[in-house]
């Protein structure tokens, strides 16, 4: 019988050359999401155009069009590299599920305090999860992780160490990308779906067609 292994998201507990690799995946998705936000890759001409008397689609598209997108890739690329950080510093990043052997670290980690992972695993056990993966006893089915404003906490803060005033304007974000969730007469909220729907057919058919010559010159 072929040997389980622990699931792979959960390689943030092990030592070693499976932490650093599920790190490097984190920071790397971070950096790419970052890297991808429309308004801080024109920044300079939108500035310009803040104060001029003709604005083109740059000052609009970062105004309206992509703000809420810009949003939501902005919290998005912070909750990859406070998880990152919070696994690189030893701490859990999965919400726990209270069991007769945890109810301490579950109680702890409800009111806020970040819970070490050698805390974690000196109680838990490996048990076979819903896959055909192993998963740790103390961890929802699921396994989801903490939320991103749990990670903007002063608790958390403390272990990933991001600017005061940078951690305040990172609230501020969130907290608009939600209500831009949810109130959908902003404008802003109605372009993501033309967004989502444009770039689909752009991602499909640039896909399909190189794959088509690929599969043509290795045959």
Same mark, same amino acid.
């Given at each position: 019988?072929e040997?389980?292994?622990?699931? #792979?998201?959960? +390689? *943030?507990?092990?030592? $070693? ?5 599920l790190?490097?995946?984190?920071? $790397? ?17 939108? *500035? ?14 970062? /105004? ?9 890739k902005?919290?998005?690329a912070?909750?990859?590299y406070?998880? *990152?950080?919070? !696994?690189?510093?030893?701490y ?7 069991t /007769?052997? %945890? /109810?301490?670290?579950?109680?702890l980690?409800?009111? $806020?305090v970040?819970?070490?992972?050698? +805390?974690?695993l000196? !109680? ?5 999860g819903p896959?055909?993966h192993?998963? #740790? ?9 903490i939320n ?5 906490s ?14 305040y ?18 404008r802003? *909220?109605?372009?993501?779906? +033309?967004?989502? %729907?444009k770039?689909? $057919? ?12 690929w599969i043509?010159?290795k045959?």
């Amino acid at each position: 019988m072929e040997k389980k292994e622990l699931l #792979f998201e959960l +390689d *943030a507990y092990n030592l $070693g050359e499976k932490r650093t690799r599920l790190m490097v995946e984190l920071f $790397g998705n971070a950096y790419r999401t970052i890297k991808s936000v429309y308004l801080f890759k024109y920044f300079d001409e939108y *500035a310009k155009q803040l104060s001029a008397n003709e604005r083109t689609e740059i000052y609009w598209n970062a /105004s309206y069009y992509e703000k809420l997108i810009d949003y939501i890739k902005i919290c998005v690329a912070y909750e990859n590299y406070n998880k *990152a950080m919070l !696994i690189r510093n030893g701490y859990l990043v999965h919400q726990l599920k209270k069991t /007769s052997q %945890n /109810s301490t670290l579950y109680n702890l980690q409800k009111s $806020g305090v970040p819970i070490k992972i050698n +805390d974690f695993l000196a !109680i838990t056990n490996v048990i076979n999860g819903p896959s055909e993966h192993l998963i #740790f006893e103390g961890l929802p089915n699921h396994l989801p992780t903490i939320n991103f404003s749990t990670t903007l906490s002063k608790a958390y803060q403390s272990i990933i160490g991001l600017d005061e005033i940078f951690i305040y304007q990172l609230k501020e974000i969130n907290e608009k990308r939600n209500r831009l969730h949810f109130y959908t007469e902003y404008r802003g *909220a109605f372009s993501v779906r +033309d967004h989502v %729907n444009k770039w689909a $057919g752009i991602k499909d058919y640039s896909v399909s067609t190189i794959e088509k010559e690929w599969i043509n010159i290795k045959d």
